[in-house]
């Protein structure tokens, strides 16, 4: 069992920055894969950044270049500093993990507004 609790969403104007956290508990076994994914209202779930245990990372090409996705496996913790906020940024920010790119576990999701 995963449990992953996100933090760090707020409310921030455009070209601001925020840094979201998530710290990941109650696995007995390695999270290979840690992440984050974006919706916002009436669209669909997309992948923001996801990162490997050996800091492999992969980014969505809207965001390439103003977030950097990093993790601390000592405390199965993930982060993503988001620079450069732009108003199409608004999402609710969904932190998640598997053993594999393919997501298994999800948090409740943060919300993060940028307004114009």
């Known amino acids: 069992q995963v449990q992953l609790v996100e933090s760090g969403g707020g409310l921030v104007q455009n070209g601001e920055s925020l840094r979201l956290s998530c710290a990941a508990s109650?696995?007995?076994?390695?999270?290979?894969?840690m992440g984050w994914y974006r919706q916002a209202p009436g669209k669909q779930r997309e992948l923001v950044a996801r990162i490997s245990r050996t800091g492999n990372t992969a980014y969505a090409d809207s965001v390439k270049g103003r977030f950097t996705i990093s993790r601390d496996n000592a405390k199965n913790t993930v982060y993503l500093q988001m620079n450069s906020l732009k108003p199409e940024d608004t999402a609710v920010y969904y932190c998640?993990?598997?053993?594999?790119?393919?997501?298994?576990?999800w948090g409740q999701g943060t919300q993060v507004t940028v307004s114009s």
């Open positions: 998640s993990s598997g053993f594999t790119a393919d997501p298994v576990y």
């Open positions: 109650g696995s007995r076994y390695s999270i290979n894969v």
